[in-house]
């Protein structure tokens, strides 16, 4: 069993990643664990410590990802119809460095597709990713144990990062990122009201020049 307190310290080192701390496992314990159980496990353990204090964030460490309440309508230029948007927004940490942009849906396809454009924009990953309890992330919230969908598992495992959902009903966890909606949703898509939008890429790009 790997040592979890030894790997938790570990991660607080520049560069260092559960990736990193994997393959110096499997160096050691050559029939040990998988990369997807590894990451589970320490998620699972690290969920158990229930940190009380103000949390500092330390760079590259954690990136929180969630939707903003409001949605933005798109219309269509040959029928008229009026289809409303959903913003994702992903937040860095350390340096609260933002990615927002707008998806038709928060199903799975939408979820992972803006996960992968927010790593490109964002020029990289972090080590930890913290997501509400969002049906395309997490399948069965819990305090401790909550079920990872599949596929944003294997998301998870193919950039080499962690899932630590936050916890219901614990505000604290994700923090960052409803600053970074509130952000968004205030100084971005209010100033953006009256404005007729006829594509997603529009949105996303007066959100990105609105930043």
Not at 8 to 36: C, D, I, K, N
Not at 182 to 209: D, G, K, P, Y
Request: charged share 25%; hydrophobic share 40%; net charge positive.
């Amino acid at each position: 069993m790997p040592d979890w307190a030894w790997a938790h310290a570990e991660l607080r080192r520049p560069g260092v990643t559960l990736a990193l701390l994997w393959q110096e496992y499997r160096l050691s314990h050559p029939q040990g664990f998988q990369y997807s159980w590894f990451c589970e496990h320490y998620r699972l353990w690290a969920a158990k410590v229930d940190v009380v204090m103000r949390q500092e964030h330390r760079a590259g460490e954690k990136l929180f990802v969630d939707y903003a309440g409001q949605t933005v309508p798109v219309i269509d230029r040959r029928t008229g119809e009026i289809r409303q948007t959903q913003i994702f927004v992903a937040v860095l940490g350390a340096s609260s460095y933002t990615f927002a942009e707008a998806t038709w849906s928060q199903k799975l396809p939408d979820w992972l597709g803006s996960h992968v454009r927010g790593f490109a924009f964002l020029g990289g990953t972090s080590q930890i990713l913290v997501p509400d309890n969002l049906r395309s992330g997490v399948t069965k919230a819990h305090r401790y144990e909550p079920d990872i969908n599949p596929s944003y598992r294997d998301l998870a495992e193919h950039y080499g990062v962690a899932v630590l959902p936050a916890r219901s009903r614990k505000p604290k966890d994700k923090a960052k990122v409803e600053v970074g909606v509130q952000v968004v949703e205030r100084w971005i898509l209010a100033v953006l009201r009256n404005r007729q939008f006829f594509s997603l890429t529009a949105i996303t790009t007066r959100c990105r020049t609105s930043w």
